[in-house]
């Protein structure tokens, strides 16, 4: 059963600082991509931050400079680390993995699989 989990989410004042972190198991196959999402209430999910599996990382406007995704393949495991939070910042955070497009022999081919976390909360208090 493929999970991920986060974990470092809290309550911070504005201009501090907070570490999400993203533990995956039991994905089968290398994962592609890793990212982390955000929804704050009454708002939809946004994308914060993408990382690829080269470590090419995009992030939205509203966090560039501030927030910095990264990973290490090895352990299957992604970060993000926020600095500079602001109240805007708060929502709960969620990982998202996105597994490779595999093909077996005999032309058998396994589909991208995409994989999210149970979120955690990251609250910014002014």
């Known amino acids: 059963q493929a999970q991920l989990v986060e974990s470092g989410g809290g309550s911070v004042q504005a201009g501090g600082s907070l570490r999400l972190s993203c533990a995956t198991s039991?994905?089968?196959?290398?994962?592609?991509?890793m990212a982390w999402y955000r929804q704050a209430p009454g708002k939809q999910r946004e994308l914060v931050a993408t990382?690829?599996?080269?470590?090419?990382?995009n992030y939205a406007n509203s966090v560039k400079g501030r927030f910095t995704i990264s990973r290490d393949n090895g352990e299957n495991t992604a970060y993000l680390q926020m600095n500079s939070l602001k109240p805007e910042d708060t929502a709960v955070y969620y990982c998202?993995?996105?597994?490779?497009?595999?093909?077996?022999?005999?032309?058998?081919?396994?589909?991208?699989?995409?994989?999210w976390g149970q979120g955690t909360q990251v609250t910014v208090s002014s």
């Open positions: 990382i690829s599996r080269d470590g090419s990382a």
């Open positions: 998202n993995a996105v597994s490779m497009r595999v093909v077996l022999p005999h032309d058998v081919t396994i589909p991208e699989r995409t994989y």
């Open positions: 039991g994905i089968r196959f290398s994962i592609k991509s």
